[in-house]
């Protein structure tokens, strides 16, 4: 009884304090306590919720008979639109808020919903090494169900809620992408409901253009509603290679050197400063000496990144043996590095024991409880960007990150870009390599305006010919838009298949020009 009293204390003496200094403050300047409190337990059952879902749906075996059935619907959904006079453009009715973009989708708010609700693995083919899935399967969901098969995706993006529609509308990375590219360049088929209300099938052979088109298309030419991922045996752990380096042009020749051998499954570097980084190469293996296993994925570990930054601080280099499905999910616990800003003390050892099984906040709650006081102090003094540069402009793009930004630490990615048709691919004739350069943060440069920094930086990745991945706020216009992006097999699509009336072009539908 005591026990509850003091709570009950506790809580009264919290709400006195909320009501002292302000709701808008408390949630602006404390805003671990309101994440601690409410959305970390949240969190917990959005979780358990989706997991008794996929088990249920599994055992059931129910996805492959329904999968039809709710296509249908979607379809009828689309005819209806076409009936009611085709006054408004389409979008998917998922909320915005429960998508990982930062960004808030307010186009939802006066376009026609069309309801989706394809949240499945449909079928497993062994044979032909493909892994057939609805669009708003995640990442998470994916290899948990994959894994235990013996079975993975040759490209699995870091966040555990990342989708495969989000992936392939949008774009997708993982450290394994030097030697299978993006996301999109593992996908062998998509299924897609047009704006006239047909289901069509397009693969690199049928439907061609179609297929090429769709990757960074953001929905403005069809709905997903399936999607054929390439699979790849999967093993138990991988052996991970820690090395500091020092020195920026050090930094890039050997990030560059190990991107280039096939030998290694994966590649990843931390840049921790303008000239210190720790450069990271693993091997899928089933052999693991045991007393070098790290179980990185577990909730009482640190956060992986400050985990590297050890090897760092103490200038050694490293081998372990990580759990593979731990290493995929490797930055996930602390949203890369964005949970250290939301919840300071995150990785405190104490924190983790106790509460960190919770962790991390669902970011689709973070954007629902963020109001708008959060959201624009976010917009002016935070940076979420990923941009996609030649791996040869490598150490001329870091040193610009640093003028413009200052954000530490960044993510570096290698992947090979092949010369497919579509709005992302390299200048020349040839497959080229590339990185993505991830900040996430807040910008150390002094007087720095997020409109204008980032113009800058988008006029430096157009120079180098670059892209920028479209998840994060875009601030250029229309043409500067369409010099970054091959908009050719786009707008031919779009004439064609009567997307102009149907859709929002992909440029209005993210770019902040035209939003506001």
């Known amino acids: 009884m005591s026990a509850l009293w003091s709570l009950c204390a506790g809580l009264l003496l919290l709400l006195l304090w909320v009501r002292h200094r302000g709701l808008e403050a408390v949630l602006v300047h404390h805003r671990w306590v309101f994440v601690c409190l409410f959305l970390l337990p949240l969190s917990i059952l959005f979780d358990v919720y989706y997991q008794l ?14 999968h039809a059935q709710r296509v249908r619907h979607i379809q009828g959904q689309v005819r209806e ?15 915005g808020w429960l998508t990982v973009s930062l960004r808030v ?16 693995v449909l079928e497993v083919d062994s044979e032909r090494q493909v892994v057939r899935v609805e669009p708003l399967v995640t990442m998470g969901q994916l290899t948990a169900y994959l894994n235990p098969m013996g079975w993975t995706i040759p490209v699995v993006p870091e966040l555990d809620d990342l989708t495969v529609g989000g992936l392939i509308m949008g774009t997708g990375i993982e450290s394994s992408s030097h030697i299978y590219g993006l996301f999109q360049h593992t996908c062998v088929a998509y299924e897609l409901v047009l704006a006239d209300g047909s289901l069509v099938r397009c693969t690199p052979t049928e439907n061609s253009d179609l297929f090429y088109a769709v990757p960074w298309s953001c929905g403005t030419l069809g709905f997903l509603v399936a999607a054929e991922i390439k699979m790849i045996p999967a093993k138990k752990y991988v052996k991970i290679h820690y090395k500091p380096v020092r020195g920026l042009q050090n930094i890039c020749e050997k990030f560059t050197e190990e991107s280039k051998k096939k030998e290694n499954n994966f590649v990843e570097g931390l840049v921790y400063s303008l000239d210190e980084a720790v450069i990271m190469t693993g091997v899928l293996t089933d052999e693991a000496e045991q007393s070098k296993i790290n179980r990185i994925g577990n909730y009482y570990k640190p956060w992986f990144f400050k985990h590297v930054e050890k090897y760092l601080k103490a200038d050694r280099t ?13 930055h996930t616990r602390s949203i890369f590095w964005e949970l250290q800003d939301i919840i300071p003390f995150g990785n405190n050892p104490v924190f983790r024991y106790l509460f960190g099984w919770m962790v991390p906040p669902k970011i689709s709650l973070l954007k629902l409880t963020q109001g708008e006081a959060i959201r624009k102090l976010y917009e002016q003094h935070h940076v979420v960007q990923d941009m996609l540069v030649p791996m040869k402009s490598l150490e001329k793009s870091i040193q610009t990150f640093h003028v413009d930004l200052n954000v530490y630490p960044l993510w570096l990615c ?14 020349g004739n040839e497959a080229e390599l590339y990185v993505d350069i991830g900040a996430y943060g807040e910008p150390k440069r002094k007087q720095f305006e997020a409109r204008a920094s980032m ?29 970054m992006f091959d908009g050719s097999l786009y707008h031919k ?24």
């Not at 879902?53 to 329904?66: D, E, F, I, N």
């Not at 639109?81 to 909320?95: L, V």
């Not at 290698?414 to 992302?424: A, D, E």
Request: glycine share 4%.
């Open 53 to 66: 879902r996929a088990w249920a749906v599994r055992r059931l075996h129910s996805a492959p008979r329904l």
């Open 81 to 95: 639109w076409k009936d009611e006079g085709s006054r408004r453009y389409m979008c998917t009715g998922r909320p």
């Open 105 to 120: 989708g307010k186009y939802k708010k006066v376009h026609k919903n069309i309801m989706i609700n394809l949240m499945d």
């Open 318 to 330: 490293g081998i372990e043996y990580i759990p593979s499905r731990h290493y995929y999910h490797r």
């Open 414 to 427: 290698p992947f090979i870009l092949p010369n497919n048709p579509g709005m992302v691919h390299p200048k």
């Open 455 to 483: 113009r800058q930086m988008e006029k430096f990745v157009r120079s180098v010919h670059g892209f920028q991945m479209l998840y994060a706020d875009c601030y250029m216009t229309r043409e500067e838009f369409w010099d």
């Open 493 to 516: 699509l779009r004439e064609q298949m009567n997307c102009k009336d149907a859709f929002p072009e992909v440029y209005d539908k993210i770019c902040k020009a035209a939003r506001h």
